[in-house]
């Protein structure tokens, strides 16, 4: 099994800058999809973004596109989110989570594995 440890969230103004990680232990993950995940208050959990094993491919919602960027460095052991040009609406708990299938998917029920998540709140 894999174990995932989200770290990087906090306060911020609109308009500016987070860098989420999310580092991963256990057995290797290289070969695994990954994606992130956010929940704010009173709503579902939602699909941000997601990467190929080799980070090839990526997927993202289009609320993000442009301002997002996920990577993944499986020598580290970690996958990243730059979240630039931040709003109010990008509050919510990120969730980094994992899975062993191969195509990229925005459902979070395929996804086998899951960090605690980090907070990240912005103010207007």
């Known amino acids: 099994q894999v174990q995932l440890v989200e770290s990087g969230g906090g306060w911020v103004q609109a308009g500016g800058s987070l860098r989420l990680s999310c580092v991963a232990s256990g057995r290797t993950f290289s070969s695994d999809r990954m994606g992130w995940f956010r929940q704010a208050p009173g709503k579902e959990r939602e699909f941000v973004a997601a990467?190929?094993?080799?980070?090839?491919?990526?997927k993202y919602t289009d609320s993000v596109k442009g301002r997002f960027t996920i990577s993944r460095d499986n020598a580290k052991n970690t996958v990243s989110l730059q979240m630039n040009s931040l709003k109010p609406e990008d509050t919510a708990i990120y969730y980094c989570?994992?899975?062993?299938?191969?195509?990229?998917?925005?459902?979070?029920?395929?996804?086998?594995?899951w960090g605690q998540g980090t907070q990240v709140t912005v103010s207007s």
């Open positions: 989570a994992g899975d062993r299938g191969m195509i990229l998917t925005v459902l979070p029920q395929r996804y086998e594995y």
């Open positions: 990467i190929s094993w080799n980070g090839d491919v990526t």
